[in-house]
């Protein structure tokens, strides 16, 4: 089956660095990608969509200054959290379509908790 | 827009018996896609079960059913012969067609030996 893998899976940094986040499709080609946050006890997010060797689509209200992804190839997308701050730690997931697939097809990585001191 | 509301934010059940979780969701969209995802600890989201909104027979996954009520916007999950495997968080999601989700908020279940 389709497999999206995250890395790193929990990182820790401090306030004021930047951390990026990969996320990959392993056994298949995804021209969509989608990343999320999930704060604790709470439901996923849409932060944004990103097509591949295009712009991401941010959600109203993400910061796309802060938060910079990069979906350069059909099989990895990444999101940079810029000048990271301690409201900045939670769980971010990715997801993945694959072209060819049923338009509901979509595959979720396994998640990155980061947490800024 | 579009909104999904889990009014249950937790929910237990003894082992073996059955528990239904409930979701309602608001669209002006005719054609989209219902989810259950599961959320266990380890934080993976794993497909329960899906509905296309425009079949009429609800959908069933072995222990996992939905019931699908169009006109009233509902789509709750039915799971029977409830396993301790099954204590997790249960998202109830939308979809449109080639769209991202919406996601309810939650439903804590505990499945109790």
């Known amino acids: 089956g389709a497999v999206v893998s995250q890395h790193p899976s929990w990182v820790i940094c401090k306030s004021g660095t930047s951390v990026k986040i990969e996320c990959r499709s392993l056994?298949?080609?995804?021209?969509?990608m989608f990343w999320y946050r999930q704060f604790p006890k709470q439901s996923l997010m849409l932060m944004a969509t990103s097509n591949e060797g295009s712009k991401a689509t941010y959600e109203q209200g993400v910061e796309k200054d802060k938060f910079l992804i990069n979906h350069a190839s059909l099989t990895l997308s990444t999101l940079t959290v810029t000048s990271a701050h301690p409201e900045d730690s939670s769980f971010y997931i990715c997801?993945?379509?694959?072209?060819?697939?049923?338009?509901?097809?979509?595959?979720f990585g396994p998640g990155t908790r980061l947490t800024v001191t | 827009a579009q909104t999904v509301t889990q009014s249950q934010p937790e929910m237990s059940v003894q082992e073996a018996e059955t528990v239904t979780l409930s979701c309602t969701y608001d669209?002006?969209?005719?054609?989209?896609?219902l989810f259950w995802y599961k959320q266990p600890p380890s934080r993976q989201m794993i497909l329960v079960i899906r509905q296309e909104a425009y079949k009429q027979q609800n959908a069933t996954e072995n222990r996992f059913s939905v019931n699908f009520q169009k006109a009233a916007k509902s789509f709750s999950l039915k799971i029977s012969d409830s396993q301790l495997g099954d204590t997790a968080m249960y998202f109830c999601?939308?979809?449109?067609?080639?769209?991202?989700?919406?996601f309810g908020t939650g439903t804590s279940l505990t499945v109790i030996p």
């Open positions: 999601a939308f979809m449109k067609f080639g769209n991202q989700f919406y």
């Open positions: 997801s993945a379509r694959a072209p060819g697939t049923s338009l509901y097809e979509q595959y």
């Open positions: 669209t002006s969209e005719s054609n989209y896609y």
């Open positions: 056994d298949f080609q995804a021209t969509t």
